[in-house]
Nanobody, 118 residues
Framework: QVQLVESGGGLVQPGGSLRLSCVASGSISAISTMYWYRQAPGEQRELVAQ???????NYADSVKGRFTITRDDAKNSVYLQMNSLKPEDTAVYYC????????????WGQGTQVTVSS
């Protein structure tokens, strides 16, 4: 059984920073690409950032220059450093891994709430 758990969300003022973490546990043989998505109320889930096993990254235009995705394969973890936060960054943030357990599949975390408000 594979489980992904996010942490680090919370309430922050505009211009502030947060660092999200996601760690995977269970029977994992390999992890390929790791992702962060977010979903605001009434909106579709959108891709925020991704990082490949080789370290290549890609970001949504709305977060470029403000967010940084990193990974630590020894800890089965992915991180999202979020700086210069704006009210429009308010959403539930989810991590997703492409990983090999009994085969290659996508696994999602349960989400962590990020609220940017004064």
């Amino acid at each position: 059984q594979v489980q992904l758990v996010e942490s680090g969300g919370g309430l922050v003022q505009p211009g502030g920073s947060l660092r999200l973490s996601c760690v995977a546990s269970g029977s994992i043989s390999a992890i390929s690409t790791m992702y962060w998505y977010r979903q605001a109320p009434g909106e579709q889930r959108e891709l925020v950032a991704q990082i490949t096993r080789g370290g290549s990254t890609n970001y949504a235009d709305s977060v470029k220059g403000r967010f940084t995705i990193t990974r630590d394969d020894a800890k089965n973890s992915v991180y999202l450093q979020m700086n210069s936060l704006k009210p429009e960054d308010t959403a539930v943030y989810y991590c997703k891994y492409q990983l090999y357990s009994r085969g290659w599949s996508d696994y999602w975390g349960q989400g962590t709430q990020v609220t940017v408000s004064s």
